[in-house]
């Protein structure tokens, strides 16, 4: 049975809002001892930020559990007709519930009401189960890439005009 509830936020995400998101953020994405172990909350915050700023049709989904958040997607326009699904998480205690399918079951139908015909989004190729997520979803992999020439990336589209 599902105990979480879903809250929508349009364009950037505020206040306690964006507090909590980054919060989660940093607790789902600790930084990492080889890329900046050092990063604070406040340079979480600021990069998130300015990776948002002057972004149209942001969308935030927030998954809440007795009042906790617990998992968060987050995307934007990335040019007409396509979204990109950016980032999102969920807490480890929570995983294997259903609400990564949720979220995006409803990051998808809002997309599609708001004509948008192709959905993109990049994983670590190591991430076998938000890959198996995505291809479950609808998206191909249509491509891949070296980020920072160290890890390989999966770019994947979904397009909304077509049944999955």
Not at 38 to 50: C, I, T, Y
Not at 67 to 87: I, P, T
Not at 124 to 142: A, C, K, Q, Y
Request: aromatic residues 10%; charged residues 25%.
């Amino acid at each position: 049975m599902k105990g979480w509830k879903i809250k929508s936020v349009e364009g950037m995400p505020a206040g306690e809002t964006f507090c909590e998101l980054v919060d989660l953020n940093l607790s789902i994405f600790p930084p990492s001892s080889k890329a900046d172990p050092e990063k604070s909350r406040e340079d979480r915050a600021r990069g998130l930020r300015e990776h948002l700023e002057g972004r149209r049709h942001i969308l935030t989904l927030l998954a809440y559990e007795g009042g906790q958040l617990v998992a968060f997607k987050l995307g934007f326009m990335e040019r007409k007709y396509y979204f990109e699904s950016w980032q999102g998480g969920v807490v480890a205690q929570m995983r294997r519930r259903g609400i990564s399918s949720e979220l995006m079951e409803r990051q998808h139908a809002w997309c599609a009401a708001k004509g948008f015909r192709i959905i993109t989004t990049i994983t670590d190729s190591e991430n076998v189960p938000m890959t198996i997520l995505n291809l479950r979803h609808g998206f191909r992999i249509v491509g891949t890439f070296f980020d920072r020439g160290q890890n390989l990336k999966l770019t994947l589209q979904k397009r909304l005009d077509v049944a999955s």
